[in-house]
C-alpha cells in the first residue's frame, strides 16, 4: 500500500523544537562566556573606585595633601587586580585542581607567618608587608581562595565518602577548625565566618545530609555565643548593635554615623561627591563602610542599583556551577558555588553592618572598597568563574557535536509504507 508523501512543512511541535534549540545554542554555546556576569564584575568594580574617590578625598588630603591619594591608589590596584584576572583565566582549570593541596599548605603558611612578622593596625596582625606589591597584603583574603579552590578537589574526589560517612563529611572542617584558629590569633572574625559558611554552603550544595548541618550549626552557636561573651569589646559591639544611640559617642559610633548617612541619601540622594558623614565623622568610609556613604550620595535608587548588581553576579556565578556540574565537571562546579557563597555572604555581612542589620565587622565589599588584597582576589575569583564558564561551553560544544543530528521534519522513507 503507497500512501501520499509526507508534507515537507513542519509541525508545530518540530518548529517548537527548533525554536528551544536554536536558544540554548544562543544562550549558551555560541558565546565563549557569561557575558552578564563580566558586565556585573565589571560595573562593580568601575563604581568601587568612582565611590572610593569621592568618599576619600578630605580624608586623603588631610593625611597626604593630596586629595587624589587614594583614589590613584586604587586605580593602581585596578590594574594589578585586572592582570592577575587576565592570568587567572588563561590558566586551565586542571592546574587548580592538581595544585589544590599546596595553594591550601601555602595559605596555612601565610596565616602562620602573618602571625609572626605581620603588621599590627588597629590591634589585629592581619596584613603583610611584601617588597614588591604596591599594598599590604591581607593574608585571610588569599586564604579564601585557596580554601575553596582545595575543597573544590576534595568534593569532586570523595563525593560518595561526603555523602555517606561521618569520615568524609568532618574532613573538611578539620582543616577550616586550623584555619580559624589562625584567624582567630589575629584576630579576624568576619573571615572565619565568611569562609566556615562557604565551606558548608559547599557541603551542602554537594549533597551531604542534612541533619548533620543541624548537629554542627547547634555547636557553631555555642562556640559563637562563648565567643562572643569571652571579651568585653565583643560584648560592646552586641550591646551597642541592639540599640547604638545609647552610647553614640563611643561602642556605637560608626553605626550611628552610617545610618545618618542613609537618613540623609532619601531616595535620589545628596549627589555624588556631596557626602556629609564622609568629613570625618564616618570612620573607614572608603573602605569598610563605603556602601553608607554611596547610599548617602546616590540614595535608596542607587543603593538597591549596587544590590542588584551583586544579585545578578551571584546569581550568574551558581549558573556557572551549575551549566558545569551538568556537564559532569565536578570541581568547575564546586568552585563557582565556593566563589558565589564566598562574594554573597562578604557583600551580605558588609551591608548588612552599614544598615545596622548585624554588628560591626572588618569586612570589605568585593570589588567596591579600596583595599588592594580584596581586589586582586575578587578578580582573581570572577576570572575562575569565567574560566570554568568556558571550559564547560566547550565540553557542551564536543559533546553536541560528537551526537548526529537527524534534520526534522524529513521522513526516513520518504512517505512510502509497505
Not at 586605580?75 to 586551565?92: H, S
Not at 531616595?267 to 568610609?285: C, D, I, R, T
Request: with cysteine; hydrophobic share 55%.
Amino acid at each position: 500500500m503507497v500512501t501520499k508523501p509526507t508534507s515537507g512543512k513542519p509541525t508545530s511541535h518540530v518548529r517548537f523544537s527548533r525554536l528551544r534549540s536554536l536558544r540554548e545554542r544562543l544562550s549558551t554555546r555560541d558565546q565563549p562566556f557569561d557575558g552578564w556576569l563580566l558586565t556585573a564584575a565589571l560595573a562593580l568594580i568601575l563604581m568601587g573606585w568612582v565611590m572610593v574617590t569621592s568618599a576619600s578625598t578630605e580624608v586623603a588630603a588631610s593625611l597626604t595633601g593630596n586629595p587624589w591619594y587614594f583614589s590613584q591608589r586604587h586605580a593602581i590596584f585596578v590594574l594589578i587586580a585586572l592582570v592577575a584576572a587576565v592570568i587567572a583565566l588563561r590558566t586551565p582549570l586542571a592546574w587548580w585542581r592538581a595544585n589544590g593541596p599546596f595553594l591550601l599548605l601555602a595559605g596555612i603558611a601565610l596565616l602562620f607567618l602573618v602571625l609572626l612578622i605581620g603588621r599590627e593596625v588597629n590591634g589585629s596582625r592581619r596584613w603583610l608587608s611584601l617588597p614588591l606589591m604596591p599594598f599590604n597584603l591581607q593574608v585571610s583574603e588569599v586564604a579564601k581562595l585557596c580554601l575553596i579552590v582545595y575543597l573544590a578537589g576534595y568534593l569532586e574526589r570523595f563525593l560518595p565518602e561526603v555523602r555517606r560517612t561521618w569520615g568524609g563529611f568532618l574532613r573538611p572542617f578539620v582543616v577550616m577548625g586550623i584555619i580559624a584558629f589562625l584567624l582567630i590569633l589575629e584576630p579576624d572574625y568576619g573571615a572565619v565566618v565568611v569562609m566556615a559558611g562557604c565551606m558548608m554552603g559547599m557541603l551542602l550544595l554537594a549533597g551531604a545530609p542534612w541533619g548533620r548541618f543541624a548537629l554542627i550549626l547547634g555547636l557553631v552557636a555555642l562556640l559563637g555565643f562563648y565567643a562572643a561573651i569571652a571579651e568585653p569589646y565583643r560584648m560592646a559591639r552586641l550591646t551597642s548593635f541592639a540599640d547604638p544611640w545609647a552610647d553614640q559617642f563611643a561602642s556605637g559610633y560608626q553605626l550611628t554615623q552610617a545610618l545618618i548617612a542613609f537618613g540623609r541619601g532619601h531616595w535620589w540622594g545628596m549627589g555624588l561627591g556631596n557626602s556629609v558623614q564622609k568629613l570625618f565623622y564616618l570612620p573607614e568610609a572608603h573602605t569598610d563602610f563605603v556602601f553608607a556613604v554611596l547610599a548617602e550620595e546616590l540614595g535608596l535608587f542607587g543603593a538597591i542599583g549596587v544590590v542588584g548588581l551583586f544579585a545578578l553576579l551571584i546569581w550568574r556565578a551558581l549558573a556557572v556551577g551549575r551549566r558545569a556540574e551538568l556537564a559532569g565537571l565536578a570541581f568547575a562546579a564546586y568552585v563557582s558555588y565556593g566563589i558565589a557563597l564566598v562574594i554573597g555572604a562578604q557583600a551580605f555581612i558588609n551591608i548588612a553592618v552599614s544598615s545596622g542589620m548585624l554588628p560591626t565587622k572588618g569586612l570589605t565589599l568585593p570589588l567596591l572598597s579600596y583595599g588592594g588584597s580584596s581586589l586582586l582576589v575578587s578578580a582573581t575569583m570572577i576570572a575562575l568563574l569565567l574560566r570554568a564558564d568556558i571550559e564547560t561551553r566547550r565540553a557542551r560544544r564536543h559533546a553536541g557535536s560528537a551526537v548526529p543530528r537527524v534534520r526534522a521534519g524529513r521522513p526516513d522513507t520518504q512517505g512510502v509504507r509497505k
